[in-house]
């Protein structure tokens, strides 16, 4: 029992982060319900980093009436929580394929380590950031820069985070972002000029993997194949 125990907390402290381009949001979603699924006590918990070509996804509850004019831009209907959002190019989205088990933890504290870690981030360029307490996500002045929405099966997690860092916010005005008439929407860029998208995503994952006491990091660049997913792969971009 002990040996077993030692062997577990081994696997929660390993993460694979994979970088997957810039993808269709189909895809990935699919391939990411594959992966819970399909995981077991074994299974190492995996971050997915990606941006997605512009589409607007609605949660499991979401009221028609919030998505105004989509325009040209999908709406999916997909299985996490909360109303409608948008993705983007710009946009960094982290999917977190976790066993929250291994981390004596449960659903709203692991919302709020992600909260946490995105305001530390952002602190780090000199953005103060807030969360609320009624509605997930992450603040600049009353506008929202950061969505979070996780879905959690037997424990695991998947679904994520998107952070806005340079991207066209003009698709959030044909929606009510999350469900929320007139709520302001705002990038990184918008408060600090030029950003780069890569080094936004490498300091955000040093701040996940503190908030979330993983030790060793697996990094791997974008493949054709995601995980779990033999079926529904999309192309990168």
């Given at each position: 029992?002990?040996?077993?125990?030692?062997?577990?907390?081994?696997i929660?402290?390993?993460?694979?982060?994979?970088?997957?381009?810039?993808?269709?949001?189909?895809?990935?979603?699919?391939?990411?319900?594959?992966?819970?699924?399909?995981?077991?006590?074994?299974?190492?918990?995996?971050?997915?980093?990606?941006?997605?070509?512009?589409?607007?996804?609605?949660?499991?509850?979401?009221?028609p009436?919030?998505?105004?004019?989509?325009?040209?831009?999908?709406?999916?209907?997909?299985?996490?929580?909360?109303?409608?959002?948008?993705?983007g190019?710009?946009?960094?989205?982290?999917?977190?394929?976790?066993?929250?088990?291994r981390?004596?933890?449960?659903?709203?504290?692991?919302?709020?380590?992600?909260?946490a870690?995105?305001?530390?981030?952002?602190?780090?360029?000199?953005?103060?950031?807030?969360?609320?307490?009624?509605?997930?996500?992450?603040?600049?002045?009353?506008?929202?820069?950061?969505?979070?929405?996780?879905?959690?099966?037997?424990?695991?997690?998947?679904?994520?985070?998107?952070?806005?860092?340079?991207?066209?916010?003009?698709?959030?005005?044909?929606?009510?972002?999350?469900?929320?008439?007139?709520?302001?929407?705002?990038?990184?860029?918008?408060?600090?000029?030029?950003?780069?998208?890569?080094?936004?995503?490498?300091?955000?994952?040093?701040?996940?993997?503190?908030?979330?006491?993983?030790?060793?990091?697996?990094?791997?660049?974008?493949?054709?194949?995601?995980?779990?997913?033999?079926?529904?792969?999309?192309?990168?971009?």
């Open positions: 029992m002990v040996e077993s125990t030692k062997q577990s907390d081994s929660g402290s390993d993460l694979i982060v994979r970088y997957l381009g810039r993808r269709n949001y189909e895809p990935v979603w699919l391939a990411m319900k594959d992966f819970t699924a399909n995981r077991d006590d074994q299974t190492q918990d995996e971050f997915w980093v990606v941006e997605h070509l512009p589409v607007f996804t609605q949660g499991q509850a979401g009221k009436e919030h998505v105004l004019f989509p325009g040209d831009i999908p709406v999916i209907q997909v299985d996490r929580g909360g109303q409608v959002t948008y993705h190019p710009g946009q960094l989205v982290f999917y977190f394929l976790m066993d929250v088990r981390k004596k933890s449960g659903p709203r504290a692991v919302v709020s380590a992600l909260e870690a995105v305001i530390e981030m952002l602190a780090s360029y000199g953005i103060e950031a807030q969360n609320k307490s009624d509605a997930p996500g992450v603040y600049v002045n009353g506008a929202k820069i950061a969505s979070l929405g996780l879905r959690f099966r037997k424990m695991c997690s998947y679904h994520g985070l998107s952070l806005n860092v340079d991207m066209d916010l003009e698709p959030f005005n044909r929606i009510n972002p999350c469900g929320y008439p007139g709520l302001h929407v705002v990038d990184m860029a918008s408060l600090l000029g030029n950003v780069d998208i890569e080094e936004v995503s490498r300091r955000l994952l040093v701040c996940f993997q503190e908030a979330l006491n993983y030790i060793n990091i697996d990094e791997r660049t974008a493949s054709d194949e995601l995980p779990a997913d033999s079926g529904h792969n999309g192309s990168v971009a």
